[in-house]
């Protein structure tokens, strides 16, 4: 069984930066694109960033793009999330999430598995 587990959230003030951390477990990664989708309170899940695990391959939302960076360790099995500059409409639990399909996609619609998520918090 596939288990992603996210960590590395917190509160944070606008400026600062952190970095999310998804570990994977379960499953073979090799062909599957792992991304990160944010939810704040009363609103929908929504794309952030995505990475193909074999190559490498990136897309990013355009309310992120130039501030977060997202790579994988795969000797590790684990996705990184790195976001700088964050600003208060950065907040809210982020969750990674797996997708076999091989182009990156956006909807949540696409992935299969999901974590638990984690809190990020950016005070102004």
């Known amino acids: 069984q596939v288990l992603l587990v996210e960590s590395g ?4 003030q606008a400026g600062d930066s952190l970095r999310l951390s998804c570990a994977a ?3 073979a990664f090799g062909s599957d694109i ?8 009363s609103r929908e899940r929504r794309f952030v960033a995505a990475v193909t695990w074999s190559g490498g391959a990136t ?3 355009d309310s992120v793009e130039g501030r977060f960076t997202i ?8 996705v990184y ?3 700088n500059s ?3 409409d950065d907040t809210g639990t982020y ?13 949540t619609a696409a992935y299969q598995y999901w974590g638990q998520g984690t809190q990020v918090t950016v005070s102004s």
């Open 9 to 12: 959230g917190g509160l944070v």
């Open 25 to 27: 477990s379960g499953g």
């Open 34 to 41: 792992i991304g990160w989708f944010r939810q704040a309170p």
């Open 59 to 61: 897309r990013y939302a």
């Open 71 to 78: 790579s994988r360790d795969s000797a590790r099995n684990t």
């Open 81 to 83: 999330l790195q976001m």
């Open 86 to 88: 964050l600003t208060p």
């Open 95 to 107: 969750y990674c999430a797996t997708s076999p399909i091989s182009t990156i996609l956006t909807s």
